[in-house]
């Protein structure tokens, strides 16, 4: 690994753990997910106060974190990759457009990010995306080494879009390992996989992934849910969490990121961190 991608991930893996509050849903998600979104600078301020390790943002959104203190400044994660949220199937990537990737890992560069993120979508009933994907991913991994910007995937096993309202995590274990083994033979620097029905299988996509795993949310749960289920997973080796919609629907998110911190840095556990939420409120 390059001297330059691995700094750039030191800085989001402060002491090993990261949370990193994804913002970035305006790329490719329905109206629902930008709830809570509306006031874009509000929502950077609150959380930057709370003090996540990382912010995933996309290249617009990135000016927020600009003109803040580097004591205080969580480090950027950038989405370089959209979706259609106005085609039937949803999740069509617009990237077979692209004739190189220098372009996004230039502006990433620019906006000062540590990692740039894409997503390597499994979706039964669109099988076209996941070659969409693997022909992103080829062009991204070659621009990230060139320029020693670190790599973010996302495998995402994801159910047909009727089931369950759309865009929603499997959860089988099998379809998860084989997809990070994918992902990670591909060449991600860090991982961002989808949680395990049974958290106690979690461990196999932390072997299979070969570098540092994250959590991502996938869906809205009640806080005592989440913080419970993240707990267990962090014991099967996870280094931390990717969670938006968990955090920034909430209805005090800055709190919400206070306990998982507590959970990620400093190793509470699901309950303690409950308490911590509580004791807030
Ligand atoms: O990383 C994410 C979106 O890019 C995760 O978002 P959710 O937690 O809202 O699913």
Same mark, same amino acid.
Request: net charge negative; hydrophobic share 40%.
């Given at each position: 690994m390059r001297i330059s991608t691995k700094a750039r991930m030191n800085r989001m893996f402060t002491n090993g753990?990261?949370?990193?509050?994804?913002?970035?849903? /305006?790329?490719?998600?329905?109206?629902?997910? *930008?709830?809570? %979104?509306? @006031?874009?600078?509000?929502?950077?301020?609150?959380?930057?106060?709370?003090?996540p390790d990382a912010v995933q943002m996309t290249y617009g959104q990135a000016d927020l974190l600009q003109n803040r203190p580097e004591k205080d400044k969580p480090a950027l994660v950038m989405r370089i990759d959209m979706g259609n949220p106005y085609n039937d199937q949803r999740h069509r990537y617009m990237w077979s457009?692209?004739?190189?990737?220098?372009?996004?890992?230039?502006?990433?560069?620019?906006?000062?990010a540590a990692c740039v993120v894409v997503n390597l979508f499994m979706l039964p009933d669109e099988p076209e995306l996941f070659s969409q994907c693997v022909q992103n991913i080829s062009k991204v991994r070659a621009a990230c080494h060139k320029y /020693?910007?670190?790599?973010?995937?996302?495998? *995402?096993?994801? %159910?047909? @879009?009727?089931?369950?309202?759309?865009?929603?995590?499997?959860?089988?274990?099998?379809?998860?390992?084989?997809?990070?083994?994918?992902a990670m033979e591909m060449g991600a620097d860090i991982i961002k996989a989808d949680p395990t029905d049974d958290p106690e299988d979690f461990h196999r996509v932390v072997e299979a992934a070969r570098c540092p795993v994250l959590v991502r949310g996938g869906g809205k749960e009640d806080l005592k849910t989440v913080l419970k289920k993240t707990s267990a997973l962090l014991q099967q080796g996870a280094k931390g969490a990717v969670y938006g919609r968990n955090i920034y629907q909430h209805d005090n998110p800055s709190q919400v990121v206070k306990a998982l911190i507590a959970?990620?840095?400093?190793?509470?556990? /699901?309950?303690?961190?409950?308490?911590?939420?509580?004791s807030a409120q």
């Open positions: 753990g990261c949370l990193d509050v994804a913002i970035d849903h /305006g790329v490719c998600n329905e109206p629902s997910f *930008l709830k809570g %979104l509306e @006031n874009m600078e509000a929502v950077v301020d609150s959380l930057v106060q709370a003090g457009h692209l004739q190189n990737a220098d372009e996004p890992i230039i502006g990433a560069l620019e906006m000062d /020693g910007m670190p790599l973010m995937i996302e495998p *995402l096993v994801m %159910l047909p @879009n009727d089931v369950r309202g759309g865009y929603q995590v499997d959860g089988d274990a099998e379809k998860i390992v084989t997809l990070t083994r994918l959970m990620i840095h400093d190793g509470v556990s /699901g309950e303690e961190a409950w308490e911590i939420y509580q």
